[in-house]
C-alpha cells in the first residue's frame, strides 16, 4: 500500500513517520481523539442521618458518609470544581425486611434531594434506586423463603417497591433516577409510575448491564449494603458475558431506559465498546469503589501516580464508548482538567 520513495530506496529510512505529531504538547493536543471535561463526570455520595457528620469510609481514601448538612456544603464545591451533576446513596435510620425508608417520603435520600434542590438548584440531582441499603438482610429485593434455608429474591414483588422509591426521589426534586437493582423489568414498572404521576419528563439512566462483581467491595462498607448471607449472583450479571449485556440493554432500552450503563468500568471496557456501538445511545459508565479503591492503595505506597492513572483510565472509559463516567474522582479530575 504504502509505495516507497526514491529517498526512501537510497537510505532504508521511512518518509511515513507517526512521532512527527507527537513532538510537542500543542500538536498533541490539536490532533488528540478523547478529550475529558468536567461535565462528563457524575460523583458518588453518601448520605447518612444526624447533623456535622463526615465520616470517611475506611477502604476509600477521601470518600466520606455525610449528613445533609455537610452534603449541601460539599455539593457547593463539587459545582464550584465544574462537575455539575451527583448521584446519591441513602444510609437509612433504621433497616426493615422491606426497605421501607427508601420509598418513605421523608427517607434520609428524600430529605437530602429537597435540600440540595433549596440550595443548589442548578446541580442535576441522580438518585441511586435500589433496597439492599434499606434491607436488614442486605438484599436489593423483597425475600421469599422457597424451601427450608432457601430463600429467593421476589422480581415482581420489588417492582412495586423500586417505582415507588423511584417516586418519591422525583416528587422530593430528583431530576433522573437510576434503578441499580437488576430486577427484570424495573425501568418498565418506573416509567409507568413516573408518567402516571405527571413525571413524563425526568429521565431514567438505568444500570443495564451491572455485573456480579468482586470490585464493589468497598462500596458496601460505604453504604453499609452488603448482603448477610448469600450473594447478588441472582440477578446481577455472570462476567464472562457480553452477549447477555446486550440482551439487557436492548431490555432496558425496550422499557424506556433514556440512559444506558454499564458498571463496572475498566474491566469491562470491551461491554462499554460493544454496547455504544450496538445502540449508539447515550452511554454511561460507573468506574466503581474498587477501581477507585485500588488505584488509592498503590499511589499510597509509592506504586503507581495516582494523577496519571485516574486521566488514563477515565480517558480509557470514554475512549471506550462512554459518554458519562460515574467516578470517584469526579471532583479531583475536574479540577484538573481547570488548570
Ligand atoms: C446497589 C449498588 C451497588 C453499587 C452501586 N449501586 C452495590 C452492589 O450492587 O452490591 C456499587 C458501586 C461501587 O462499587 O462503587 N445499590
Known amino acids: 500500500m504504502i509505495t516507497m520513495t526514491e529517498y526512501q530506496k537510497k537510505t532504508g529510512f521511512p518518509t511515513v513517520r507517526m512521532r512527527r505529531l507527537r513532538m510537542t504538547e500543542t500538536i498533541r493536543e490539536m490532533v488528540r481523539e478523547t478529550v475529558l471535561q468536567p461535565s462528563d463526570f457524575i460523583y458518588p455520595m453518601f448520605v447518612v442521618p444526624g447533623k456535622k457528620v463526615r465520616k470517611e469510609i475506611s477502604s476509600m481514601p477521601n470518600v466520606f458518609q455525610l449528613s445533609v448538612d455537610e452534603l449541601v456544603r460539599e455539593c457547593e464545591n463539587i459545582y464550584k470544581a465544574g462537575v455539575k451533576s451527583v448521584i446519591l446513596f441513602g444510609i437509612p435510620f433504621h433497616k426493615d425486611e422491606y426497605g421501607s425508608e427508601a420509598y418513605d417520603e421523608n427517607g434520609i435520600v428524600q430529605q437530602a434531594i429537597r435540600e440540595l434542590k433549596k440550595q443548589i438548584p442548578e446541580l442535576f440531582v441522580i438518585t441511586d434506586v435500589c433496597l439492599c441499603e434499606y434491607t436488614s438482610h442486605g438484599h436489593c429485593g423483597i425475600l421469599r423463603e422457597v424451601a427450608p434455608g432457601q430463600v429467593e429474591i421476589l422480581n415482581d414483588e420489588t417492582l412495586d417497591l423500586l417505582a415507588k422509591e423511584s417516586l418519591t426521589h422525583v416528587q422530593a426534586g430528583a431530576d ?25 419528563s425526568t429521565p431514567i439512566m438505568s444500570y443495564a448491564a451491572k455485573y456480579a462483581s468482586g470490585f464493589y467491595g468497598p462500596f458496601r462498607d460505604a453504604a453499609e449494603s452488603t448482603p448477610q448471607f448469600g450473594d447478588r449472583k441472582s440477578h446481577q450479571m455472570d462476567p ?64 503507581l501516580d495516582e494523577q496519571r492513572i485516574m486521566m488514563e483510565t477515565l480517558t480509557a472509559i470514554k475512549r471506550a464508548g462512554a459518554d ?9 479530575a475536574a479540577k484538573l482538567l481547570k488548570i
Open 176 to 200: 433522573m433516577v437510576a434503578p441499580s437493582d437488576m430486577m427484570d423489568g424495573r425501568v418498565a414498572a418506573i416509567r409507568a409510575l413516573l408518567d402516571e404521576n405527571g413525571f413524563a
Open 240 to 303: 464472562a458475558n457480553t452477549n447477555e449485556a446486550i440482551r439487557e440493554v436492548a431490555l432496558d432500552i425496550d422499557e424506556g431506559a433514556d440512559i444506558v450503563m454499564v458498571k463496572p468500568a475498566l474491566a469491562y471496557l470491551d461491554v462499554i465498546y460493544r454496547v455504544k456501538n450496538e445502540f449508539r445511545m447515550p452511554t454511561a459508565a460507573y468506574q466503581v469503589s474498587g477501581e477507585y479503591s485500588m488505584i488509592k492503595a498503590a499511589a499510597r505506597n509509592g506504586w
Open 324 to 332: 458519562l463516567v460515574m467516578t470517584y474522582f469526579a471532583v479531583d
